[in-house]
């Protein structure tokens, strides 16, 4: 089993609607979740992280985390054309590799006019 | 400087060459991490230093691959005997610690092996 999966495939939706990025981890000691964006042959950057049960907004996105579930999402209000990336989920390893970041496989959005 | 540097930006090599690729992390950042993108695919952790810490080289693929880091400041990645499926953009990522920093991600350096 991966450590973090996206299972999302590909998301289309249109301008202005909400966009649900979705993500599971297997490590229950995970205390740290980020969500990375990367255009395509960009770096990714960061957006938000989210180190506590609930949601955390910031602007247009809002970080959901469910310790219980294992589970983090993001969600994008409003969504516009220039959000189309590919979202990236990381959790970091536990005990002595805490800086080693798992990424999932990517959600590629693509927001549409 | 202002962000992460890696150099070159593109590095085209034959099979069997060595390469360096390098990497200056932001200034008064500790930790520095090098990951492995493969065309569409997700980040690969590949090794990360932190301070006069050991490196944790646990992601390294094999013994072609080495790193070495001085001090708090540059990076430079090691790749020997290069194979086609070493062909990939290195992303290096530097951090103020490792314990819960963020990760600042660099331009990446595409490597293609012919």
């Known amino acids: 089993q991966k450590e973090v999966e996206q299972n999302s495939g590909p998301l289309s939706v249109p301008e202005g609607a909400i966009a649900s990025l979705n993500c599971t981890y297997s490590?229950?000691?995970?205390?740290?979740f980020f969500w990375y964006r990367q255009y395509s042959g960009k770096s990714p950057e960061l957006i938000m992280s989210?180190?506590?049960?609930g949601d955390k907004e910031d602007g247009r996105f809002t970080a959901q985390l469910n310790k219980a579930s294992q589970y983090v999402s993001l969600l994008i209000r409003d969504s516009q054309p220039s959000d189309s990336a590919t979202y990236l989920c990381a959790a970091p390893g536990g005990g002595t590799s805490y800086g080693k970041l798992t990424f999932g496989q990517g959600t590629i959005l693509t927001v549409h006019p | 400087g202002a962000g992460v540097s890696q150099s070159p930006s593109n590095k085209v090599t034959e099979k069997g060459k060595d390469v360096e690729l390098r990497c200056d992390p932001i200034s008064g950042h500790t930790a520095l991490y090098w990951y492995r993108q493969r065309l569409g695919q997700g980040l690969e952790f590949l090794i990360y230093?932190?301070?006069?810490?050991?490196?944790?080289k646990s992601g390294l693929p094999s013994d072609r691959f080495s790193a070495e880091r001085t001090g708090e400041s540059v990076s430079t990645l090691t790749i020997q005997r290069t194979q086609q499926e070493d062909s990939a953009v290195y992303l290096c990522?530097?951090?103020?610690?490792?314990?819960?920093?963020?990760?600042?991600f660099g331009p990446g350096t595409r490597l293609t092996v012919l």
């Open positions: 230093f932190q301070g006069n810490s050991a490196p944790d």
């Open positions: 989210i180190y506590s049960n």
């Open positions: 990522a530097s951090s103020f610690s490792v314990s819960g920093g963020t990760q600042y």
């Open positions: 490590d229950r000691g995970s205390q740290s």
